[in-house]
């Protein structure tokens, strides 16, 4: 990423009004032919027309409302532009940092607040300690991210920027995703907030619509002499019908809300197309195969180059469809009075980030990754997002469902319009969702054939991706210590497991069923870096896990070597301390674990 210094908020706005008193002519205005025709085709991505008269502009909105606008204001909403450039980067860094470090901020409960919460507090931040918080995060990403360079001074920028407002001129609170930027376009430019806020509307299309942008310095066509390019006079009482227009909206006309309707085909472009991914993906296997690995592999390369977002839940089996999707839930502001108002679950929050993405010029992916899926009641968890599940070749829902009131609600709150907007929804093709399951493990539901069919499913091997495993320690003492591989004695213990027993293969030991850092090696011999965690985390793991589980029935047979007691599990580690890997039997060494150095697979 290169490194990026932010710009002074406070020294923009100056810039922007000394600007603003030294060029801009209250006269009439006639806009260039090319600003008009980049205009029109800007604001019809979202289903409203202009009508360009001699000194004003007629807008039809896709509610059918009309805005009236002086051209002026095409003019004023220009000079805002580089103020409200720098302040969606620095909402973009803000965003960011409180995605990755939430967790700092957790409430007395020990819960973790929205990030709407998390701005409040920082605003309003009388012992100082929330903003301390935010620094040390903020510093902390940045370095992350490779900007080293300006890290202290944009890091003191950042905190000003969720502390004092007033240096920006924002009013509405930060954590709005609509219309954060109206305030401080109107206290730039000096309009009122009832009468003209379009302008603002203007200024954001200035800046997402590179095309429009381009014409911004030819935007005008007026002559010295203050006539337009029609030879007009400026504006006179003879035009009496866009002078009524004028003073109409000045007193009489609201503000309009800009709406893009949902974009669900978004033909989804770029760095994330053509990687092959399934939309819908689960990835299956034995405990210990990498599943968590591999979709945490898959989705940094989904989203490398990207601007697209992850997040990531884990079911259980008290986890519920409020939770997954999103309801009304009591929460208390600042002075601590209790309030009801929805709260997103995790699917809705990166629903809403992909819809939001999907209205730009350049949609991004962005993913849903869920850990244990059937540690969960799936069919109750996801109610009625099920029927979404079904996508066409393009990723796109087959088939729309309708949504709740308060759904409705909270769309049109983030992402703008009306309610009746959002009566029905789709899965967007740039939305992603990416699960990891263990089917044969304790404590998980069974899923029907209609839910499985909707999700592609991946197989991990039970021996996938094992040749990186290279870690030996020393088991057992005096004449039973031997130099094992773990490697070689986790297929050998599947081995036995598998021939003798008839133990299936999602019951068997994966080759990472051990964290990375009690297979860390030293030196080129492969030597484990602590022997004793390994030893610790063999009893506490892969002892417990047999005795316990997969071979609980055969729990005797399993740990038959002469001086193993396998009536107990203590018994059993303790003799693993002496016996090492004789505890599996006295043959175990030259019948299964010498047979798995060479070249060989598990025969099951």
Not at 33 to 58: L, M
Not at 242 to 261: N, V
Not at 305 to 324: A, I, K, L, M
Not at 361 to 390: C, M, S, T, W, Y
Request: glycine share 8%; aromatic share 12%; net charge negative.
């Amino acid at each position: 990423m290169e490194e990026t210094r932010l710009r002074d908020l406070g020294q923009l706005v100056e810039a922007a009004r000394e600007k603003l008193r030294a060029e801009f002519c209250s006269e009439d205005i006639s806009l260039s032919a090319g600003f008009r025709k980049a205009f029109a085709e800007s604001i019809a991505q979202g289903g409203s027309q202009v009508e360009f008269r001699r000194a004003t502009a007629v807008i039809t909105t896709s509610a059918g409302q009309k805005i009236y606008a002086p051209n002026q204001w095409f003019v004023l909403a220009a000079y805002a532009v580089d103020l409200v450039k720098e302040i969606i980067r620095y909402r973009g860094y803000t965003e960011k940092i409180l995605e990755v470090s939430a967790a700092r901020f957790r409430k007395a409960d020990g819960t973790v607040p929205e990030k709407k919460e998390i701005y409040r507090k920082l605003k309003n931040d009388a012992d100082g300690r929330a903003g301390e918080l935010f620094a040390a995060a903020a510093a902390e990403y940045l370095a992350f991210v490779g900007q080293d360079s300006y890290t202290a001074e944009n890091v003191q920028l950042l905190c000003r920027f969720v502390s004092d407002d007033k240096w920006w001129l924002g009013g509405k609170g930060i954590e709005r995703t609509n219309d954060f930027y109206v305030s401080p376009v109107l206290g730039v430019l000096n309009l009122v907030n009832a009468s003209q806020s379009y302008v603002a509307t203007v200024t954001w299309l200035y800046i997402s619509d590179d095309k429009l942008y381009r014409e911004l310095p030819g935007m005008t066509e007026r002559d010295d002499a203050g006539r337009d390019a029609d030879g007009a006079a400026g504006r006179q009482d003879t035009d009496r019908h866009d002078s009524a227009l004028y003073e109409k909206y000045y007193e009489e006309q609201p503000a309009a809300e800009k709406f893009i309707s949902p974009v669900y085909r978004t033909g989804l472009q770029g760095p994330a197309a053509g990687k092959g991914f399934e939309r819908n993906r689960i990835v299956f296997g034995a405990p210990g195969t990498g599943k968590s690995h591999r979709l945490k592999v898959d989705a940094a390369r989904l989203l490398e180059g990207t601007r697209g977002t992850f997040e990531r839940v884990t079911f259980h089996p008290d986890y519920t469809c409020s939770q997954f999707v999103g309801a009304y839930k009591p929460v208390s502001d600042e002075s601590g009075e209790i309030r009801y108002e929805f709260v997103p679950g995790p699917f809705m929050r990166v629903y809403v980030s992909a819809l939001r993405s999907g209205k730009s010029k350049d949609p991004q992916p962005h993913l849903l990754l869920i850990e244990e899926i059937n540690r969960a009641r799936v069919a109750a968890v996801f109610g009625d997002v099920f029927q979404l599940l079904d996508r066409d070749a393009d990723g796109v829902s087959e088939y729309e469902i309708q949504a709740t009131e308060d759904i409705r609600r909270y769309l049109a709150d983030e992402l703008g319009g009306k309610p009746d907007n959002y009566r029905s929804i789709c899965l967007p093709d740039n939305l992603f969702l990416w699960a990891t399951m263990n089917s044969a493990d304790q404590g998980v539901f069974p899923m029907d054939t209609a839910f499985k069919r909707r999700w592609n499913f991946e197989y991990l091997g039970i021996n996938e991706n094992d040749s990186g495993i290279r870690c030996t320690v020393k088991l057992g003492t005096g004449e039973d210590e031997v130099s094992t591989d773990w490697n070689c004695l986790r297929r050998a213990i599947n081995e036995k497991l598998a021939r003798e027993y008839r133990v299936n293969e999602d019951k068997l030991l994966g080759p990472y069923f051990f964290a990375g850092r009690v297979i860390r090696t030293c030196g080129a011999d492969g030597e484990a870096a602590d022997p004793e965690l390994f030893l610790m985390a063999f009893k506490s793991k892969v002892i417990m896990y047999l005795y316990e589980d997969a071979a609980r029935q055969h729990r005797q047979r399993l740990f038959s070597g002469t001086g193993c007691d396998s009536s107990r599990y203590s018994s059993v580690c303790e003799a693993f301390d002496r016996m090492g890997m004789r505890i599996f039997g006295d043959d175990f060494k030259a019948e299964y674990y010498d047979a798995q150095k060479g070249p060989g697979s598990l025969s099951l």
